[in-house]
């Protein structure tokens, strides 16, 4: 499908106006669907018609048919966000690098122009979506709702105003660098740490907002790396400092401005950067001193960051420690990954290494040092491996992952998976007093940065949240929330001080599952920010699902009591068998959500369960009525004197009270002998049709027995015959052997398994094995009759999360059949 652009702009700021949905359809057109080891789709992406929808006048837009996954399609709320570039960033493309006396050629690059939204999927919880419009190219990701991510980016394939995009599932295959920094071998080093201002106590808030210029340098190897394209090196320059700026936006009240760029390349496009150590980071660091000193002295910042990508070191990055807005020292280099999709929560290298870099920039040693007397964390040590010089212990002390989970200028990603994007309090104190609030200005223009919450967060409702912002030349704020992913707004507070930097917001006692908050200039709207994702709000809730009211059970059967809690970690569980007059403990303290209740011997119409917070009485959930009383089991059909046809459909028929589970077995010579019609099965049913086997006999009786307690147990009073087929009727065609689970999430300890046999199957084997086949646990062997039969197969507790395989094997038949299991 082909678009016109001048009439779909006309329809597009037609919908604008009139605040209707866009469709997606206006700007991508799906090209193709690829299944291969990693399953693509490729579009062909109309970027003049996507800058249109990037420049139109709304903070907030929804977009339908817009790609969540293969083949899949759906409608988007999408809300405005901050990015540390703007029009007022310069770009610059290196042509020539100074030599022979001449100087440095540079050429002004129109630089991109980045929109950045936020967003969810309509109608479905917990999803995510960030989107980056970068001069009509899309750069998105996407993370559905359970878990699976999706990522947006163009090929560089073009054909005439359209440029091929590609859809791809995103993996958590990569793995951590093990690379060290190196600033703390500068010789320099030690003198500046004795010139650093101890820790002094630590503020709670930092005021007023700072703004830090950055200039930004990209070698010739991250150009390669990035796949020779000057546009996908500038969008990922403003990707990895828009996280990088959120960091210190919160934790120090600091942002971060990208205003000046300059892109190294390579022939045709113009020359390599000028240095020689480009795989050597240590070394680069002074090459880099010497060339911005010499050839780029009049640039004005506070501090120089370089991106390269070296193919092998073992140097992750360095850095000038405390040379903040000192144009002659603040440099810093880092090892760029360049394999992550942006933006993300989570941790990745390139986001930590350039917080961590210009973290010593702001004069905050590593937390392993004895600076902070004593070090923040034990991750490395001097003797360690490996062997870490500024480390301040060394043997006997060993290395330990943090308590805390690391931090940003820590090198705990050495021995554990990953780190906390933080700097911590006593690191955030000396980030932002020992050179930052002597030389940092506020913001020139007007801006609003939302601190608390950021989402992805659950709050107790009821409860106070603490809103937090940071704001520069504003006087007052609104802030808004939205239930409905960003489609209408509720106003919470009007005309807040910007100066007051907190309001305190009594949280509703109601569940809120996706919630979104935005902060904004009460005079100007533009100027605010949202929350990066939704957070929730829920109550502590416990309910009751079995027994759920109006069951009646049987002296002695085994009732599993079930509920689930919300905000809830440890249970107390009561019975009450006289409608709630008295309470009898059955346990007084479990963090399960489960629990196994033999049922007394006592009848009630009028027993109800009730579970409690443990810790607080007040929450709980309580069971409706139910009975309990003597087992009452009658077999009525066939009792006696009945002359069944083999393979004639016959009701097996009884009545029952105060059971809720039983065996049906058949016998051919007078019981002597049982063969199963069902193992178990739903007494209260009150009959069974039975497909009456071909197995003639003067001698057959049904039996019933109690599956709580086996000694209870009716069967025929007399015999019964199983006469010949009929000769009437033709022999219906044979059914081939159907076994399948009644769902493939396991919740509890129980799988269901649903077969469909026409002959007896015999030695049934059943296994769990994992998904390398390695066998888990042996469930059990059953011989299954002939007919339809629902199978309970416990599954051991010892089985954790994950996926599995139940393989079933008859003497004759296999089975494999995938399940996750789930615990809740």
Not at 42 to 59: H, R
Not at 249 to 277: A, F, K, M, R, S
Not at 414 to 435: D, G, H, P
Not at 502 to 517: D, G, K
Request: glycine share 6%; charged share 15%; aromatic share 8%.
């Amino acid at each position: 499908m082909r678009y016109v652009v001048v009439a779909a702009l006309a329809l597009l700021f037609a919908s604008a106006d009139a605040q209707e949905p866009i469709s997606a359809r206006l700007f991508m057109e799906l090209s193709a669907l690829k299944a291969a080891r990693v399953q693509t789709a490729t579009y062909w992406v109309n970027k003049p018609m996507l800058s249109a929808v990037a420049t139109m006048p709304a903070q907030e837009m929804e977009i339908t048919d817009f790609p969540v996954g293969m083949g899949e399609t759906r409608t988007v709320h999408l809300q405005r966000t901050r990015s540390v570039v703007d029009g007022q960033t310069q770009w610059w493309l290196g042509v020539r690098a100074p030599h022979d006396g001449q100087p440095a050629e540079l050429r002004p690059l129109a630089g991109p122009t980045q929109y950045s939204f936020s967003g969810t999927i309509s109608t479905e919880d917990n999803s995510h979506l960030w989107v980056s419009i970068i001069d009509g190219q899309l750069y998105a990701l996407i993370r559905r709702s359970d878990g699976t991510r999706y990522s947006i980016e163009p090929t560089g394939t073009t054909s005439a105003n359209q440029e091929e995009h590609i859809l791809t599932a995103s993996t958590n295959e990569e793995s951590l660098w093990h690379w060290v920094c190196s600033a703390a071998e500068l010789p320099e080093y030690a003198q500046q740490l004795a010139h650093l201002q101890k820790p002094t106590p630590e503020v709670l808030g930092f005021s007023p907002l700072l703004q830090a210029n950055v200039a930004v340098e990209t070698t010739t190897s991250l150009y390669q790396r990035l796949g020779r394209s000057t546009e996908r090196v500038a969008s990922y320059v403003a990707a990895v400092f828009s996280m990088a700026s959120r960091i210190y936006e919160d934790e120090v009240n600091i942002t971060l401005y990208v205003w000046w760029v300059l892109i190294w390349t390579e022939p045709p496009n113009g020359e390599e950067d000028p240095y020689q150590n480009d795989s050597d980071i240590a070394a680069l660091l002074g090459e880099v001193s010497q060339y911005w000193n010499r050839n780029w002295a009049s640039v004005p910042r506070d501090l120089v960051h370089v991106m390269t990508s070296p193919s092998s070191t073992d140097v992750g990055g360095i850095a000038r420690l405390g040379t903040l807005c000192n144009r002659g020292s603040a440099y810093s280099v880092s090892g760029i990954r360049g394999t992550y999709t942006y933006p993300t929560l989570n941790y990745t290298w390139d986001v930590m290494v350039v917080a961590h870099e210009i973290g010593h920039i702001f004069g905050a040693p590593h937390t392993h040092d004895c600076y902070w007397a004593p070090p923040l964390d034990t991750c490395v040590t001097q003797t360690g491996n490996p062997p870490i010089a500024d480390a301040c212990y060394r043997s006997p002390i060993t290395p330990r992952p943090s308590w805390n989970g690391g931090s940003i200028m820590s090198y705990c990603h050495l021995i554990q998976s990953s780190v906390e994007l933080t700097f911590r309090s006593k690191v955030a104190n000396v980030i932002r007093n020992s050179r930052a609030s002597n030389c940092l200005r506020q913001p020139s223009s007007p801006l609003v940065l939302l601190q608390h919450p950021v989402g992805n967060q659950q709050f107790t409702g009821g409860s106070d949240l603490e809103i937090r912002w940071t704001s520069a030349q504003v006087q007052s704020v609104a802030i808004e929330y939205s239930t409905d992913s960003l489609r209408t707004w509720t106003r919470l507070a009007s005309n807040v001080p910007a100066a007051n930097q907190q309001y305190t917001w009594m949280l509703p006692a109601q569940n809120m599952p996706t919630v979104w908050l935005r902060v904004f200039d009460e005079t100007r709207p533009t100027v605010g920010d949202t929350t990066a994702a939704s957070f929730a709000i829920l109550v502590p809730d416990i309910q009751v699902q079995t027994p759920a009211g109006g069951d009646r059970y049987g002296f002695g059967e085994a009732l599993t009591i079930r509920w689930v809690g919300t905000l809830v970690t440890a249970f107390r569980v009561l019975v009450s068998l006289d409608g709630g007059m008295q309470w009898d403990t059955l346990t007084q303290r479990t963090q399960s959500q489960q629990y196994q209740w033999t049922i007394p011997s006592r009848p009630t119409s009028n027993a109800i369960v009730r579970v409690l917070n443990a810790d607080d009485a007040s929450v709980y959930g309580q069971s409706g009525p139910f009975a309990i009383g003597q087992p009452v089991l009658e077999l009525l059909a066939p009792n006696g004197g009945e002359r069944w046809a083999a393979g004639s459909q016959q009701t097996i028929r009884w009545h029952s009270d105060f059971i809720n589970r039983i065996r049906i077995d058949y016998s051919t010579n007078a019981g002597l002998n049982w063969r199963v019609i069902q193992f178990t099965y739903d007494a209260t049913q009150q009959q069974l049709t039975w497909q009456v086997p071909n197995t003639p006999t003067d001698s057959a009786v049904v039996r019933l027995r109690y599956s709580a307690d086996p000694s209870l147990s009716v069967q025929s009073a007399s015999v019964f015959t199983i006469t010949e087929p009929s000769n009437v009727q033709s022999a219906p065609e044979p059914r081939a052997t159907t076994v399948e689970l009644l769902s493939a999430v396991v919740e509890g300890e129980m799988i269901w398994l649903h077969v469909t046999n026409e002959k007896p199957l015999v030695q049934l084997s059943i296994a769990v094995v994992n998904t390398l086949g390695q066998p888990v646990a042996t469930v059990t062997e059953r011989w299954l009759p002939s007919g339809e039969t629902v199978l309970p197969i416990p599954l051991p507790s010892t089985v954790s999360n994950g996926a599995y395989i139940l393989r079933v094997q008859s003497d004759t038949h296999r089975w494999a059949l995938p399940f996750l299991r789930l615990e809740r």
